[in-house]
């Protein structure tokens, strides 16, 4: 989440942030309307990634949910331990798909 605050301090925001279950992602658009995403792994292994997909979890929802960056620093910063916040909890409702900044 540090990149996350870097930019955003920037004025700098991302257009969706949504947490896919494999990876937390945040994707941005500049004006020209080139996009960029900032994700961070949810496992630390490829097996703990196919475990996920292949789990009841991802057949709810194979998209994400969407969530608030700004709540993930201050929890982060609370002392919540980065491995419980990259485990994704909730799993409804599924994220509309999110294409730019300009739609």
């Not at 700098?12 to 995403?37: F, K, M, R």
């Not at 990634?49 to 057949?59: A, I, R, T, V």
Request: charged share 20%; with cysteine.
């Amino acid at each position: 989440m540090d990149k996350y605050v870097e930019l955003r301090d920037k004025g700098i925001l991302p257009y969706w942030t949504i947490h896919h279950g494999v990876t937390l992602s945040c994707y941005y658009a500049d004006p020209d309307g080139n996009q960029l995403e900032f994700q961070a792994d949810c496992f630390d292994s490829n097996q703990g990634s196919n475990d996920f997909m292949h789990g009841p979890n991802y057949d709810i929802n194979p998209i994400g949910v969407e969530f608030d960056p700004q709540d993930l620093v201050n929890r982060l910063r609370a002392g919540t331990p980065e491995a419980a916040l990259l485990q994704r909890q909730v799993h409804l409702p599924v994220s509309p798909v999110r294409g730019s900044l300009m739609e």
